[in-house]
């Protein structure tokens, strides 16, 4: 996330506006068409209206449930190479710690084991 937005299978619907701690956002609903391994995981993501970042998630553990199971902000921004990305997630387990970011990947990074 966010360049989840962006893969095949994903279907984007908007919720139309929604609020956050950090102000107003666009509210987007992901759900997946046969792909991974929790094809009928259904997330919301608060994209922030003048910033264009994240700045929460929720995630349903199933496409028909009412409530989330957890809703996270997103906050702490920092460049990584050429991009931005969040590593605090709203909680202490869903801290990314450490990030690095590189311009190429090591040789046999996709080579199966």
Do not use: C
Not at 9 to 35: C, I, P, R, W
């Amino acid at each position: 996330m966010p360049f989840k937005l962006k893969d095949s299978g994903v279907t984007l619907k908007y919720l139309g506006e929604g609020k956050t701690d950090k102000g107003e956002a666009d509210l987007l609903q992901l759900t997946f068409q046969n792909v991974g391994v929790t094809p009928d995981n259904k997330y919301h993501v608060w994209v922030d209206k003048k910033t264009r970042l994240v700045t929460q998630w929720a995630f349903f553990p199933k496409f028909a449930d009412e409530k989330p199971q957890f809703i996270n902000a997103w906050a702490d921004y920092t460049r990584y190479g050429k991009i931005l990305l969040s590593g605090s997630r709203g909680t202490e387990r869903s801290t990314l710690n450490p990030i690095k970011v590189m311009e190429e990947a090591p040789a046999g990074s996709f080579e199966k084991w």
